[in-house]
């Protein structure tokens, strides 16, 4: 980690959070084009392997915090037509281009989207069947705090689903030199600010392991924790309930 980044990861709590949400704001507009270029679209793929390796039947409503431009909520959406989506993130950019997804698949009636942050949510206790986090959980620099809102906005005996990357040592290094060298390369052509993804390099390198996170979510008071790693080795997803 090289602290002259123009997005250093060791700030005090409440200038990350306002760093995260002006990089945001900036990366917006090739947002999804970026996710799909330097993932090779695999980014659809996890959200997808993750909304179907947990069947969601017989939920009535689902949180995505922390939405972006809203995959993860339009494909619950699309995989279940009875659940009642709400998509929440702190960046209002982010979210306008996620009203124009919306409209485009006619999902404005089933998908409420929502500024807020996910250390105080706008929800009472026990909201949610499912509460869901799609590669979130490492820009928010109190996992805690999300954590236990993410707990507390869960009805009993609800789902949580957090969906991340690590690239932790157990990752063949390929992948860490795809990750430090030629992601930062191909963001420069394409990106508008190029320097968001050495930042992502910094936080998939100081982002717990699996386990660690497990731990973690244990911790908060989360029962059952499920780890599952997907293909190709660098994505997991950890599932728990509150009991």
């Given at each position: 980690?090289?602290?002259?980044?123009?997005?250093?990861?060791?700030?005090?709590?409440?200038?990350?959070?306002?760093?995260?949400?002006?990089?945001?704001?900036?990366?917006?507009?090739?947002?999804?084009?970026?996710?799909?270029?330097?993932?090779?679209?695999?980014?659809?793929?996890?959200?997808?392997?993750?909304?179907?390796?947990?069947?969601?039947?017989?939920?009535q409503n689902f949180l995505d915090l922390a939405c972006g431009t809203g995959d993860f909520g339009i494909f619950a959406a699309e995989f279940?037509?009875?659940?009642?989506?709400?998509?929440?993130?702190?960046?209002?950019?982010?979210?306008?281009?996620?009203?124009?997804?919306?409209?485009?698949?006619?999902?404005?009636?089933?998908?409420?989207?929502?500024?807020?942050?996910?250390?105080?949510?706008?929800?009472?206790?026990?909201?949610?069947?499912?509460?869901?986090?799609?590669?979130?959980?490492?820009?928010?620099?109190?996992?805690?705090?999300?954590?236990?809102?993410?707990?507390?906005?869960?009805?009993?005996?609800?789902?949580?689903?957090?969906?991340?990357?690590?690239?932790?040592?157990?990752?063949?290094?390929?992948?860490?030199?795809?990750?430090?060298?030629?992601?930062?390369?191909?963001?420069?052509?394409?990106?508008?600010?190029?320097?968001?993804y050495l930042y992502l390099y910094d936080t998939l390198s100081s982002f717990p392991s699996p386990n660690e996170l497990k731990c973690e979510?244990?911790?908060?008071?989360?029962?059952?924790?499920?780890?599952?790693?997907?293909?190709?080795?660098?994505?997991?997803?950890?599932?728990?309930?509150?009991?």
């Open positions: 980690m090289n602290e002259n980044r123009k997005y250093p990861i060791s700030k005090p709590e409440k200038e990350y959070s306002e760093m995260v949400k002006n990089m945001f704001s900036r990366i917006a507009r090739k947002y999804d084009f970026m996710n799909h270029l330097l993932s090779g679209c695999m980014d659809i793929y996890w959200r997808k392997k993750s909304l179907r390796f947990k069947e969601l039947k017989g939920a279940y037509p009875d659940v009642k989506i709400f998509s929440t993130d702190f960046s209002a950019k982010m979210l306008l281009y996620a009203k124009e997804k919306l409209k485009k698949k006619e999902l404005r009636e089933r998908i409420i989207l929502l500024g807020a942050d996910a250390l105080s949510l706008p929800f009472r206790e026990e909201t949610f069947d499912v509460t869901a986090i799609a590669f979130g959980l490492r820009n928010i620099p109190n996992r805690t705090a999300a954590l236990s809102e993410m707990l507390r906005v869960t009805k009993r005996g609800g789902r949580i689903l957090v969906l991340e990357m690590t690239i932790k040592k157990d990752v063949r290094m390929i992948y860490k030199l795809y990750v430090k060298h030629l992601m930062p390369f191909l963001a420069k052509l394409f990106s508008e600010d190029p320097d968001a979510m244990e911790q908060v008071g989360f029962s059952s924790v499920e780890v599952h790693r997907f293909w190709p080795g660098i994505t997991h997803l950890l599932v728990g309930l509150r009991p």
